[in-house]
């Protein structure tokens, strides 16, 4: 193994370890939280040291990293994932594409996304992204309109709804960041109860904030930076420039 797979591999095992502690001081059985790895603004080379090391699913927040991407690793059996701000006129290459959209957040993107999916003749699954934070640069869906977007999707058979998604409010204050978490568990709890809408899957906590998700019912966490290493441009986890 090269330097960089050995540290890779350190680093995956350093996570996965910090992963099931944080179950563990949770009362959770680590088997329940999985890791999604975040390889925005890796290279290719990267991405297929990863799958070395037994890793298929990949997020991403850019549709045009996975059209550059997936034609370079197209021998790997790779799994994309798009956690990023969609714009509708991306929908062409999200249908050809990716596997699993866990920022859909508007009901316009998910009737374009339904359409483009039927041409394609595929069906996906889809984490609906709600807005937790205050904070104003912060996409996703607000709160309210969550049971009428839930309601929609189930006539749209091509967009197999399996959760929730956010992103926590940037803080040092860590009952700041697990409130945006706890509010994410009580919209999925409030669905479930109030109209009968499956959701298993919630999608937060990244390499800064995942043992507070993990406190608050994460069954999956995105993971970049702590896997990879520091991205090369400073950017926000919204950044869709
Ligand atoms: C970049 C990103 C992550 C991972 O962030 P790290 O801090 O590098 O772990 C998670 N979720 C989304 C939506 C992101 O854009």
Known sequence: MSTD??????HWAQVRGRVDDACRAAGRDPAGVSILPVSKTFGAGVIRAATALGLRRFGENKVQEIRDKSPLLA????????????QTNKVKDVARLVDEVQSLDRMELAEALHRRLQHEGRAI???VQVKTSSEPSKFGLP????PALLNTLRHFDTLRVRGLMTLATQSTDAAVVRGCFRRLRELRDQAAQAQGHALPRLSMG?????????AEGATEVRIGSAIFGSRAAP???????
Do not use: K, N, Y
């Open 143 to 146: 709160p309210a309109q969550l």
């Open 206 to 214: 990244m390499s800064g904030d995942f043992a507070l998700a993990i």
């Open 125 to 127: 699954d889809v984490l």
């Open 75 to 86: 021998d790997c059996d790779i799994r994309w994932v798009m956690i990023g701000h969609l």
């Open 5 to 10: 797979s050995t540290l890779l591999a350190a």
């Open 235 to 241: 950017e926000t986890a919204d950044s869709h420039v």
